[in-house]
């Protein structure tokens, strides 16, 4: 038996070793990155759902008011919300859409968190739609030929 072989590969082992851990740590290093980056974009695609959901919702409550009186007005301070992942900021604005003959509004929702609509930042979202004004029992005697 060759002893001197033997003598010269035993520090190898402990190289070997040494670099199997280091290699495992960086891939471990990598996975928890990795983790902490999907994290935060789920983070950030909860609040902006949350923040749309808020946006629609303010857009469906101002189509249901029926008109002359309930006609409703743009926001002059934005209103603040609590949210699950956030506290927000919702503004409205609403102006005629400049259609002769139809009471026809534009309306704009913005929703914000962390920064305000005006901003250029992107923790925001906007909605934009149009509503008419028309009395319902007026388009439903002209649909039925009255």
């Known amino acids: 038996m060759n002893h001197s072989y ?9 190289l070997d070793a040494l ?3 280091i290699v495992v740590g960086v891939g471990l290093l990598g996975v ?6 999907m994290l935060e974009s789920t983070g950030i695609a909860k609040t902006r759902a949350e923040a749309t959901q808020l946006a629609e919702g303010k857009l469906e ?12 007005i743009s926001s002059t301070t934005p209103e603040s919300i609590a949210g699950v992942n956030a506290t ?10 400049g259609v002769t003959g139809l009471d026809l509004d ?13 901003g250029t930042g992107e923790k925001k979202v906007e909605l934009n739609g149009l509503v008419t004004w028309t009395d319902l029992s007026t388009l ?7």
Do not use: H, M, Y
Request: proline share 5%; charged share 20%; glycine share 8%.
């Open 61 to 72: 409550e101002i189509r249901v008011q029926q008109p002359p009186a309930a006609k409703p």
């Open 19 to 21: 670099i199997a851990v």
């Open 106 to 118: 534009k309306i704009a929702v913005c929703v914000s968190w962390g920064d305000s609509c005006g």
């Open 88 to 97: 927000f900021l919702r503004s409205w604005t609403i102006v005629s859409a």
């Open 6 to 14: 033997f003598a010269r590969r035993r520090g190898f082992v402990l």
């Open 32 to 37: 928890a990155k990795l983790n902490s980056v």
């Open 140 to 146: 439903a005697a002209v649909g039925s030929g009255e």
